[in-house]
C-alpha cells in the first residue's frame, strides 16, 4: 500500500508541475491579448498560498483534521474568466498497530484520488483559457486595427458576423458568391478565399448587377482615414461602415484576373454620381502599390483617376509622390498622388479645401463629397 501511494503522490507532483506552466503560459497569454487590444496592462494572478500542511495519524484514535482538498477560484487579468487553483493538503502519516489503521490509508488514497481528478479538471480549464486567449490574440486574419474592424477586424462584439458561405463552398470573390446563388445573394460580409486563405470583404450585391468587392468606403467621417502606410497596407475600418481593404488583399485581387474599378460618388445635395474603369491593377509592396493599370473610363462623374496612373502609393509616413510637397500631408490623406492631386477620395471628411474628399471632375477642387465608395469585380461578369 505505501508503494501506491509513492506512485500517486509521484502523479501529483507532475499534475502540479504542469499547471504552473499552464499558469504561467495563460498569463504570458493573457498579457499578449491585452496588449493587442491596447487596454490596461494585464495584472499578475495571485499566487494561491502555499498548501496547509495537516498532520494526521493514520489511526482513528488520533483526533485530527479529516484529509481535504482546498479549491481557490482567481479571476484573470481582464475578468473573463477564472483559473481554479487546487490545493492539496500534505499530511504526514504515521503508522500505528490498530487493525482498522487500513481503513485510513485508504481514505488517504481516496482523497488523494479525488485530488488528482479535481487536478485534472482545472487542468482542461486552464488549456481551453489558453486556446480561447489565443484564438483572440490572433483574430482578425492581420486586417485589423482595432478590431470589430476588418476581417477584421474577426474580433469583437461590433465585428458584422459574415453572410453563411455553403459547406465545401470556397468562392474567391463576390461574383462567384452571387452565382453560387443563382443571382440571389443579399449585401454584406462574407468569407472570401484567396490562395487558400480567408478573408472578409464586403460585397455590394446590388449595384448595377451585383457581385462587387468593396474597397473602400466613406459615409459620415467617423472613420480616420490620415493613417500611416502600415494602416494602408493592412486596411482598417468596419466593413459595413467606413473602412479601406487594405492595399495587400487589394493587390492580390487585382493580379488575380482581369478586374473592373466602379467609384460611386455622393455630395451633400443627395445628388449621386459614378466613375467605370475597364480595367484596374495595383503592384506589390516592391513597387510601393503603383496604380499599374486603369482601363477605358465611362460614367457621368468625369474622369479624375486618369491623373494618377502609374503613381505610387503615398502616406503622411512613405513621400512617394511627384511634387517638391509631401502631398500625402498638405492634402491630408493617402492616394496615389502625383503633383499631387486630381482626386483625394482619402481626403479629410467635410473639408471644402484641398485636405477634402475630392472627385476635381465632378465638383471641382474645393468641394469635399459625402459618400464615396470603390469597388471591383471579374471583367466577364455581365
Known sequence: MTGNMVKIRLRMDVFLAALLLLQVELTLTEHHRDTVRETRAPQEFPVPEDPITVTRSLCNNVDKPPLKNKTAVFETSDGSGSVVFNHIYNFHAKPCDREDSNAGVNDALKSLLESVSAMTKSTRSLRQD?????KDSTCCGGLKDGPGELGTDKCSATTPEPSPTPEGFFPRDCAQVLRHGSGQAPSGVYTLYHSDKAFRAYCDMDTEGGGWIVLQRRTDGKQRFYRNWKAYKRGFGKLEKEFWLG?????????SQHNELRIDLEDFEGEKTHA???????????DNFRLEELGTYSGTAGDSLIYHKGMEWSTRDEDNDNSSEQCAVVNYGAWWYNRC???????????????????KTWKGDDYSLKATE???RPFYFK
Open 130 to 134: 489558453i486556446r480561447k486567449a489565443r
Open 247 to 255: 492595399n495587400d488583399i487589394i493587390y492580390k485581387l487585382t493580379n
Open 276 to 286: 467605370k474603369y475597364s480595367k484596374f491593377r495595383i503592384g506589390n509592396i516592391a
Open 341 to 359: 492631386r486630381v482626386s483625394n477620395l482619402n481626403g479629410r471628411y467635410g473639408d471644402n479645401t484641398k485636405d477634402g474628399i475630392i472627385w
Open 374 to 376: 470603390m469597388k471591383i
